[in-house]
């Protein structure tokens, strides 16, 4: 069983950035891929960014790609999400998830087995 608690999100401006972190329960964290989701009001939960158990491999949605940067520290048990130049289409509730390492599948919801209760990040114009 994995716990997942997010935080850092919150209000910035347009262009601004934000760290997100997400520390994981028990001590099987670095057996885990870890992936960044996030949903705004109306829409369906989208990927946003994930991350192989060590590191080595990383994977982002074309709309953030060089804008965010996901990253582990596993001594930590926490992932990040750092985000820079935010867009007002960025804003959403961001929750981290834990599941199995699956590759190019790790963009996928079903990839996952733990879910975070989300942290808000909002974006003015």
């Known amino acids: 069983q994995v716990q997942l608690v997010e935080s850092g999100g919150g209000l910035v401006q347009a262009g601004d950035s934000l760290r997100l972190s997400c520390a994981a329960s028990g001590r099987a964290f670095s057996t885990y891929a870890m992936g960044w989701f996030r949903q705004a009001p109306g829409k369906e939960r989208e990927f946003v960014a994930a991350?192989?158990?060590?590191?080595?491999?990383?994977y982002y949605a074309d709309s953030v790609k060089g804008r965010f940067t996901i990253s582990r520290d596993n001594a930590k048990n926490t992932v990040y999400l750092q985000m820079n130049s935010l867009k007002p289409e960025d804003a959403a509730v961001y929750s981290c998830?834990?599941?199995?390492?699956?590759?190019?599948?790790?963009?996928?919801?079903?990839?996952?087995?733990?879910w975070g209760q989300g942290t808000q990040v909002t974006v003015s114009s």
């Open positions: 998830a834990a599941g199995r390492y699956s590759g190019a599948s790790s963009s996928r919801l079903e990839s996952y087995n733990y």
């Open positions: 991350i192989s158990p060590f590191g080595g491999n990383k």
